[in-house]
């Protein structure tokens, strides 16, 4: 059975900082693209930041270029985000996605997904 698992969320403060972390298992994302979306209660789930398979290419939400990372380790089937100077707005439901796309595929181009892991950011 393929799972993505999200993991790290909680509740910090505004200012703060967290790490998620979403972990493959059933089979090997080693070549797939990897993306974090979230969502906020009301909101559209919207797209956070993309990592390409092996490593080189990034892209974040515009919004969020500077405070957060995106990595992958490969060998551990794992992809991260950073969060960094977390607002209240960060406060979501963030989820983790593959896809055999690029970089630049739509969302519905990625065909596995993680439950979610929420993230509350307090002021």
């Known amino acids: 059975q393929v799972q993505l698992v999200e993991s790290g969320g909680g509740l910090v403060q505004a200012g703060g900082s967290r790490g998620l972390s979403c972990a493959a298992s059933?089979?090997?994302?080693?070549?797939?693209?990897r993306r974090w979306f979230r969502q906020a209660p009301g909101k559209e789930r919207e797209f956070v930041a993309t990592?390409?398979?092996?490593?080189?290419?990034?892209v974040y939400a515009d919004s969020l270029k500077g405070r957060f990372t995106i990595s992958r380790d490969n060998a551990k089937n794992t992809v991260y985000l950073k969060m960094n100077s977390l607002k209240p707005e960060d406060t979501a439901v963030y989820y983790c996605?593959?896809?055999?796309?690029?970089?630049?595929?739509?969302?519905?181009?990625?065909?596995?997904w993680g439950q979610g892991t929420q993230v509350t950011v307090s002021s």
């Open positions: 996605a593959a896809s055999q796309g690029s970089t630049r595929s739509p969302k519905e181009a990625y065909d596995y």
């Open positions: 990592l390409s398979w092996n490593g080189i290419t990034t």
């Open positions: 059933g089979r090997t994302f080693r070549t797939y693209t």
